[in-house]
């Protein structure tokens, strides 16, 4: 199933081709539509002329804060998102050698995949279980056990059309108010 989570294929084709770029963008999907958090990695690939961990990791924080809030802004929140990806990328440096690929190729199984995810900055339970889902339904990233660890609601995992993207936004919705506490 190919991605189809922007309006712009090569955002598409990034997403579906650089590692680095589905962390980014998982990162990023909070708080904004969907569209505008996956197409942030191939925009601050645009900005930086690289998506490379080490020196994203290693840069000035000033200035990844100033290329986030470059117009358009890559977020809602350009200088909170800056410093977490900046985060992500070092952990992805510290515990992979810089090779973002590696923190699923080589889990185990489904609940090593899962603690390795998680322990990103910026991934909590939710983002977790989309982001196994995600390595399951769309690069057939499954070792024993991923299924228990996988979302079992519609989510970008399942987004293959515009369609399918309305329904994963009422699906969010729809947990995000239920989750709320009742007034």
Known sequence: MPIVWTQDPAANKLLETDPLALLIGMVLDQQVKMEKAFGGPYELKQRLGHLDAGQIAKMDPERLDKLFRERPALHRFPGSMARRVQAMCAAVVADYGGDAGSVWRDAKDGVELAARIKKLPGFGDMKTKILVAILAKKFDVRPPGWEEQAANWHSVADVDSEESMV????????????????P
């Open 167 to 182: 329904q994963a936004r009422v699906v969010k919705r729809d947990m995000k108010a239920k989750s709320r506490p009742s």
